[in-house]
Every structure is written in structure tokens, then in C-alpha cells.
């Protein structure tokens, strides 16, 4: 099975397969399971400070001695500080959410470090490629978290046909057909998120993991459409609640607040009812937790068996 491609290369990865950076879900534990097995790891960074930070970033350094990557939130009140601590240590890969980095590149361009922003637009991915970004991942409205309006089925091409640099995809994918989707359509590689939250090795509480494996097909809902912020969660007491407060016209302000501390809640705590279950479309095809490596093992496997397939289609 050779897989190595020019997104490979530049990441200096086996597989292209990137695990999504997760805030409060992907730790340096999961990050460096996936980077161990050929993929490419992603600490979440959320809103954490930039000492907590450095805590994960020297624990992956610790349990891996691939590329990892760290994933930036924009909206975080500790982003500059955090993107110093990235210049820093001279983290390998950096993708950024939820907001355009631009102003940030120029750095991270001058010590070598690969900068991949996550869009969900067109127009956002060719703004970025002009500033010299490295690849895009173009984010579908099937992933979990905050996420746009476009399905990765629509936006992927389009915005494939817009840039010359490789996009990887995101959204929806959890399997080797979803794989071989994404490649069908002009992507390099997949970023997948949802699927590696059900993993042994992810440390989110085994609450939220088992709320995955029960979900169905339309168990993932989004909310905050009305704030300008939507965010897809699991459906539950929390996502009703806060449904019934956006119908009733609460402010941004209120919802917000709301809002706040609710991913914590659920990834760490546990608590499944009244936190934010985070999660993509694609829970409902997810139906075990499993070593990160029989997942890459499956995801690849999965791929190869779907291109064959597809292969002895004849018209
Ligand atoms: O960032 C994500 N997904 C996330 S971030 C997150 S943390 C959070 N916690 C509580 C409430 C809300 C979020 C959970 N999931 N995905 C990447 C992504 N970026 N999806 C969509 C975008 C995006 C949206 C608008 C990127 C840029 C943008 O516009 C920027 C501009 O200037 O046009």
C-alpha cells in the first residue's frame, strides 16, 4: 500500500490522515497516538493558556518523535501569547479555526513551521493561499464544534478549483469510502475528528465517547446559527435548552454566556446532559472504541478496498 503523496512529504507523515485538534478532547495523548501510527496528531488548543499549553506541547514531545501539529483558536483571549509559545517550540504544523490568521504567517513562515487554516469558504481559502499558507482544510458543515454552512461535499471542490496549494478534508469523514470521497473530489488528504474521539487512547471522559457510540443519524444538531457562532453538538437537554433561548430571542451576549464552560463540562466532567457534546454528523456510523491504530489500520484498508471497487465499475 503506497499512499505517499506530496501532502505526505511535506508533513512528514505515512498516511494522509490528520486527526483534528479538538479543544478539551485532543490532548498530547491522543496527538502523539496518531502521529505514532503514521497519521498527523493535533494538540487543541481552545481557549487554553499559553503555560497549560506547554505542558501538552512537551508531553508530545515526550510520547512521539514524529510531526505533531497544535490547533489554534482564534477566538481564544490567549491567542497571541499563544502563537508565541508555537514560535517557541517550534511546533511542526500549526492549523488554525474560527477565524482568519493571516497576521500570524509571516512568522511561522520564517522558522519553517507549516501553517494550514482551517476555512469553510471560498473566498477565505484564496485570500489565505495568496499570503503563502501551505495547505488549506476545507471544513464541511458535518463536523463537530463550530463549523460553517457548506457540506464538504460542495465546498471541498470548489474550493480545490480555487487554489493551487493542497487541500485536505474535512467533515463527514469517518471510514475509507468517506476517504476515498474526499480524494475523489480533489483533496490530498482527510482531517478527521469525531472518529478519533472514540479511540482508547483519546483522554475525553468515557460519558461523551459513549454518547457518540449511541448517537443516530441526526443526533448531531447545530446550535447558535443566530449568534453568527453555530456549533454542532450532540442533541441534548443543554442543545434544547439553548435552541429554546435563540427562539425566544435571547441576546448573543446571553447566549454566550450560556455557552461558556459547557465543552469543559462534557469532555472532562462528563456530564453529557448538560454539557456540549461536540461532535460531527458522522457519530452515527461510529460504532466502537478503538486503539488510534486499528483506526488508521481500518481508514487505510477501507480506502484501498473502496478504490478496488470502484475500479471494476465499468459503463
Ligand atoms: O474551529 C473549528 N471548530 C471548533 S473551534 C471550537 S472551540 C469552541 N468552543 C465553544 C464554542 C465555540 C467554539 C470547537 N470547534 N473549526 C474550524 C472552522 N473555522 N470552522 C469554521 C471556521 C471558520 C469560520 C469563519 C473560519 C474562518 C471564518 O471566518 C473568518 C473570516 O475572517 O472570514
Redesign the pocket.
Known amino acids: 500500500m503506497t499512499t505517499e503523496n506530496s501532502i505526505c512529504s511535506v508533513l512528514g507523515i505515512k498516511y494522509p490522515i490528520l486527526q483534528g485538534g479538538?479543544?478539551w478532547v485532543a490532548t498530547a495523548e491522543l496527538a502523539a497516538a496518531v502521529s505514532n501510527a503514521g497519521g498527523l496528531g493535533i494538540i487543541g488548543a481552545?481557549?487554553m493558556p499559553a503555560e497549560a499549553l506547554k505542558v501538552e506541547v512537551l508531553k508530545a514531545k515526550q510520547l512521539t518523535k514524529k510531526p505533531f501539529g497544535v490547533?489554534v483558536?482564534?477566538?481564544s483571549p490567549h491567542v497571541k501569547e499563544v502563537i508565541n509559545l508555537l514560535l517557541e517550540e517550534k511546533v511542526a504544523v500549526i492549523t488554525?479555526?474560527?477565524?482568519?490568521p493571516g497576521e500570524y504567517i509571516p512568522a511561522f513562515k520564517a522558522i519553517g513551521t507549516k501553517v494550514i487554516?482551517?476555512?469553510?469558504?471560498v473566498?477565505?481559502a484564496k485570500r489565505l493561499a495568496r499570503l503563502g499558507v501551505d495547505a488549506l482544510?476545507a471544513?464541511g458543515t458535518e463536523?463537530?464544534?463550530?463549523?460553517?454552512e457548506l457540506t464538504t461535499m460542495c465546498l471541498l471542490p470548489q474550493i480545490v478549483d480555487a487554489v493551487d496549494i493542497p487541500v485536505i478534508a474535512a467533515g463527514g469523514i469517518a471510514d475509507g469510502r468517506g476517504m476515498a470521497a474526499a480524494l475523489a473530489l480533489g483533496a490530498q488528504a482527510v482531517q478527521i475528528g469525531t472518529r478519533f474521539v472514540v479511540s482508547n487512547e483519546c483522554t475525553a471522559h468515557e460519558e461523551y465517547k459513549k454518547a457518540i457510540i449511541k448517537a443516530k443519524d441526526r443526533s448531531a444538531v447545530m446550535t447558535?446559527a443566530s449568534t453568527g457562532?453555530p456549533?454542532r453538538v450532540l442533541e441534548n437537554q443543554l442543545a434544547r435548552e439553548f435552541m429554546t433561548m435563540e427562539r425566544n430571542g435571547a441576546t448573543v451576549e446571553e447566549l454566550d454566556a450560556f455557552?461558556a464552560g459547557?465543552?469543559k463540562l462534557a469532555a472532562r466532567d462528563g456530564e453529557v446532559r448538560l454539557g456540549?457534546v461536540?461532535a460531527g454528523q458522522c457519530s452515527g456510523m461510529l460504532n466502537e472504541i478503538k486503539p488510534v491504530a486499528e483506526i488508521i489500520e481500518d481508514l487505510m484498508t477501507g480506502l484501498v478496498n473502496t478504490i478496488d471497487r470502484l475500479k471494476k465499475i465499468h459503463f
Not at 487554516?117 to 469558504?121: G, I, M, Q, T
Not at 463536523?143 to 460553517?148: E, F, K, P, R
Open positions: 479538538m479543544a481552545g481557549h490547533n483558536m482564534l477566538m488554525t479555526g474560527a477565524g482568519n487554516p482551517v476555512v469553510a469558504s473566498a477565505l482544510i471544513e463536523s463537530g464544534g463550530h463549523v460553517g447558535g457562532h456549533v455557552g459547557k465543552l456540549s461536540m
